[in-house]
């Protein structure tokens, strides 16, 4: 691991002690903030019995709700606003898979804290003033564009603010201004990589890259820094939370992602019972905003499945505490033939067998209330369809359904990558 600077090394490698104390003062301002200021979170604190004297400590944040998206959806468009509308400056929103959009509304002071979070992530990737970065997701809406951007203006570094698409001028660009680092949704890499070897080139200056926004199993990392030459960093954040990076980023140990703990409260819930769970078992993690005025989180339940990695002191000189990868979605949970998995452990396996591509579909087929699973997915020649099944049937104790294609003919999709998709039989 080679010697780096800190964005904010005052914060970032704050005692932890001192940390705590920290987040105790911001924890009571922001349940006195929203309290006070909107009538949603009011309501709901007194329908649980608590108001903002009860926070004492650290531990009494149990006593207070939980949030969820259905928070956002029942109050749709800025019912949650804890400040003045004329405060407002920007907006993004995901409109995930019921149709009702999450919104997330940001005054300065919420872009500033945006800003802040990202310019610590690039600094923790090795990004320095200066330097060239090209942002490939969208900018609009997705808050992955804007999130990179306001982080790199205050980072002081030298924007190629391409969002996403038109993957061979993408690397004209790359190429033409030597790009150091690279910003992406996961899958973004891949497409990246598909066509530099169709291209038979490569990118010498490119030497980091930053992903996230999609689950990034080791396999497929170990991938994309083959084929790219460069250190990958995975990146983690949410519309809810404010945007990419504000939840942090895994440091150059990678050992698990840092969560910026003087702007965030990090808990990992069973998802069934909501009982905090003890430091390493695997549950859903919960996040709640220290810093954040418009629209502020508390035990916002993010359905994202990790655990707590460490809240040891980093290698890396940090204190601030580690979870692991997202390892899925507890929406995206499958279960066939009594079999219990996410894709995310398909993708794994997938990965990890030589002359696979990286393009795959994971298709449930229904037929009479049965569900079937099909994997398609692109080899390169002499990989057979026997050989991928085979080592799928090992992963998951049964064998699934599927096809082997040439690469490139699997499609494409702009943005975040869809894996699975749903076919109803007669
Ligand atoms: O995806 C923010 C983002 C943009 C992160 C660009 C990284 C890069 P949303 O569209 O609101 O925001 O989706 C948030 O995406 O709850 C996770 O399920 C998933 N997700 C985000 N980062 C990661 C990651 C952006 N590093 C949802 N690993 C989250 C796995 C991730 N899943």
């Not at 990989?383 to 049964?398: D, Y």
């Amino acid at each position: 691991m080679k010697a780096m600077t800190m964005w904010n090394e005052k914060y970032e490698t704050m005692p932890r002690e001192e940390l705590h104390a920290l987040q105790l003062i911001r924890l009571k301002k922001v349940v006195r903030l929203s309290y006070d200021n909107n009538i949603h979170y009011r309501n709901k604190m007194d329908a649980a019995g608590i108001n903002p004297e009860d926070i004492r400590s650290l531990d009494d944040l149990t006593n207070l709700p939980f949030m969820t998206k259905d928070d956002f959806r029942a109050t749709y468009p800025l019912g949650m606003l804890c400040v003045d509308k004329k405060q407002l400056r920007e907006m993004h929103m995901s409109s995930g898979s019921t149709g009702v959009p999450v919104v997330m509304a940001y005054t300065d002071d919420d872009i500033a804290q945006w800003a802040e979070c990202m310019a610590r992530c690039y600094y923790m990737a090795g990004i320095n003033q200066g330097d060239v970065i090209q942002i490939t997701p969208s900018f609009g809406l997705f808050n992955g564009g804007f999130g990179f951007y306001h982080g790199a203006r205050m980072a002081g570094l030298f924007i190629i603010p391409t969002g996403a698409g038109n993957t061979p001028r993408q690397i004209r660009l790359m190429k033409d201004f030597n790009v150091r680092a690279l910003m992406g949704v996961v899958s973004y890499g891949i497409r990246i990589m598909e066509i530099l070897e169709e291209q038979k080139t490569d990118l010498p200056d490119l030497k980091i890259g930053i992903f996230g926004a999609e689950t990034f199993s080791n396999s497929m990392r170990k991938k994309i820094e083959g084929g790219l030459g460069i250190e990958t960093f995975d990146i983690y954040g949410m519309t809810e939370t404010g945007g990419v990076g504000t939840t942090g980023m895994d440091c150059p140990a990678h050992e698990g992602i840092h969560v910026w703990e003087d702007q965030y409260i990090t808990e990992v819930v069973d998802s069934q019972t909501g009982k905090p769970l003890p430091d390493g078992s695997t549950g859903e993690v919960v996040l709640t905003s220290l810093t954040r005025s418009a629209i502020p989180v508390i035990r916002f339940r993010t359905r994202d499945i990790s655990w707590i990695q460490s809240r040891e002191k980093c290698i890396c000189g940090r204190t601030h505490i580690r979870i692991g990868r997202i390892t899925g979605r507890l929406d995206d949970m499958l279960i066939i033939k009594g079999v219990n998995f996410y894709p995310s452990q398909i993708e794994q396996t997938l990965m990890s067998i030589p002359g696979v591509g990286n393009n795959y579909q994971i298709i449930i087929e229904e037929k009479d209330g049965i569900k079937d699973l099909r994997i398609n997915v692109e080899v390169e020649p002499g990989v057979t369809g026997f050989m991928v099944e085979k080592h799928l049937k090992e992963a998951l104790g049964f064998s699934p359904k599927g096809d082997v294609f040439k690469s490139g003919e699997l499609p494409r999709q702009e943005g975040k990558a869809q894996r699975v998709f749903y076919k109803k039989g007669d």
